[in-house]
């Protein structure tokens, strides 16, 4: 069964840097979305992206976040500059028109 | 705002006890309701769904009743398995397209 993959599993990196993670969507996909969840938090909502902007973002989506689909197949989440706090498990999803939504198993983004 | 509540856990059990999860939400309009569960080491996967009152999700012996009267979508099974060990997450879409909002989760650990 095809599934969403999502690399690193567990991201470790320092206050202020720049990261990037990485999803790649199921190939017929056409809805992608970005999930994080804090540590014994709800999993909140970060963005939705489809034909190729964002279709939906929450309020946590501010400037130091951006999505892109640079290749058609990768579907990636950066954080330009972190903070302590945006450590957290994030998840990517992706559904097609009319189907469930179908999540990656999450990198873990530690900010120290 | 629309929101959901579960259950705080973790919730503890025999193998073939009974198991409820409880869950309410608020929500503007007619949502659509989910639960997603959460292996050890996986990503979310659709467990069931509702998409109107009255209806009843069901999918490997666990059920779920969308309530309109008490705003309730209760998870239940009626015998659970060690294999049932997971965290159990709510949800809902208040409108088609847009993104789920999730509850904080339920940890069931189920023992033999």
């Known amino acids: 069964e095809p599934e969403v993959t999502q690399t690193p599993s567990h991201q470790v990196t320092q206050m202020g840097q720049e990261v990037i993670l990485r999803c790649v969507p199921i190939?017929?996909?056409?809805?992608f979305y970005w999930y994080r969840q804090i540590l014994g938090q709800k999993v909140e909502f970060l963005v939705s992206?489809?034909?190729?902007?964002?279709?939906?973002k929450s309020e946590i989506f501010d400037d130091q976040f951006s999505v892109e689909r640079p290749d058609g197949s990768n579907f990636t989440l950066k954080i330009r500059s972190t903070k302590l706090e945006d450590s957290a498990m994030y998840f990517c999803?992706?559904?097609?028109?009319?189907?469930?939504?179908?999540f990656g198993n999450g990198t873990r983004l530690t900010v120290t | 705002g629309n929101s959901v509540t579960q259950m705080e856990g973790p919730v503890t059990l025999s193998e073939e006890a009974f198991l409820t999860i409880n869950c309410t939400y608020t929500?503007?309009?007619?949502?659509?309701l989910f639960w997603y569960v959460q292996y050890p080491g996986e990503g979310l996967q659709l467990l069931l769904k509702a998409t109107k009152a009255d209806d009843k999700g069901s999918n490997k012996g666990f059920e779920a009743t969308y309530r309109k009267e008490t705003t309730s979508f209760h998870l239940e099974k009626g015998s659970v398995q060690v294999s049932d060990s997971a965290v159990y997450f709510c949800?809902?879409?208040?409108?088609?397209?847009?993104?789920?909002?999730f509850g904080k989760g339920t940890t069931l650990s189920v023992s033999s």
């Open positions: 949800a809902l879409r208040y409108q088609a397209g847009t993104a789920l909002i």
């Open positions: 992206f489809y034909n190729n902007e964002i279709s939906e």
């Open positions: 929500a503007t309009g007619y949502p659509s």
């Open positions: 190939s017929n996909h056409l809805y």
């Open positions: 999803a992706s559904k097609a028109l009319n189907s469930p939504l179908h």
